[in-house]
């Protein structure tokens, strides 16, 4: 069993930036793969970026790219999402996920999940 805690969302101007973090608790952080969804209400759960257990692959959705960068902190229990020039819809509410298996951009493929973070970017 793993418990994610998402902290870090808020209200942000277009163009700013938010570090968004999530920490385990319950497991040896390391056997999981970990990625990160968004949500707005009424919409499926979207892809947004993924790393490997030892962190050493990432992925990310194509509209991300350049942006948002996913990392796993030293110390091991952490992963951080990193996001830049934030734009109006980048707007939803912010998941971590784990997975004791390879990364994916499938949010049905993960085990365990954190309450969310809400990052709201205005024009």
């Known amino acids: 069993q793993v418990q994610l805690v998402e902290s870090g969302g808020g209200l942000v101007q277009a163009g700013g930036s938010l570090r968004l973090s999530c920490t385990a608790s319950?497991?040896?952080?390391?056997?999981?793969?970990m990625g990160w969804f968004r949500q707005d209400p009424g919409k499926e759960r979207e892809f947004v970026a993924a790393?490997?257990?030892?962190?050493?692959?990432?992925y990310y959705t194509d509209s991300v790219k350049g942006r948002f960068t996913i990392s796993r902190g030293a110390a091991k229990n952490t992963v951080f999402l990193q996001a830049n020039n934030l734009k109006p819809e980048d707007t939803a509410a912010y998941y971590c996920?784990?997975?004791?298996?390879?990364?994916?951009?499938?949010?049905?493929?993960?085990?365990?999940w954190g309450q969310g973070t809400q990052v709201t970017v205005s024009s």
């Open positions: 790393i490997s257990r030892l962190g050493v692959s990432t």
């Open positions: 996920a784990a997975r004791s298996a390879p990364p994916s951009r499938y949010y049905k493929d993960y085990d365990y």
């Open positions: 319950g497991s040896t952080f390391s056997n999981y793969a």
